[in-house]
């Protein structure tokens, strides 16, 4: 079973996010703030990390430079999550090493599908 880590500060969003995912098979955590995220992520194998653009404290670009600099999280796929669709934030998640980006809000089968393609194109 993939595992998937959502960083999103909102409740509400990361409990739809992971009934829409655990009832597609996937197995998912949560965390509500960047450094619970990073935490969580370098203690366990994630397949994917879904990360909210932003964020208290420590934006989402932030911590996905974190992520991919260091050794045991570097190779997790990361994807933005964001209600903004402008070309910039696009630029910025690239440059942060991000790879990919969703716009939301986003249905659920649309959700799935880009995470099922994400995680078995990392896989190759």
């Known amino acids: 079973m993939d595992k998937i880590l959502i ?5 509400s969003v990361n409990a739809m996010f992971k ?3 655990e009832s597609a ?3 998912v955590e949560t965390a509500e703030s960047g450094e619970e995220g990073i935490k969580k992520a370098k203690e ?11 964020l208290p404290c ?9 992520l991919k600099s260091q050794k045991h999280t570097k190779d997790i796929p990361v994807v ?6 402008e070309d910039e934030i696009c630029k910025i998640t690239e440059d942060a090493g991000a790879n990919g ?10 959700l ?6 994400l995680i078995k194109s990392s896989k190759l």
Do not use: H, N, W
């Open 7 to 11: 960083i999103q500060d909102s409740p």
């Open 19 to 21: 009934f829409r995912l």
């Open 25 to 27: 098979g996937f197995f």
């Open 44 to 54: 366990a194998q994630y397949q994917l990390i879904l990360l909210d653009y932003t």
């Open 58 to 66: 420590m934006d989402g670009a932030e911590v996905c430079r974190i």
């Open 80 to 85: 933005f999550m964001s209600a903004k669709e």
């Open 101 to 110: 980006y969703v716009c939301l809000p986003l249905e659920g089968k649309e």
């Open 112 to 117: 799935v599908e880009k995470i099922e393609s």
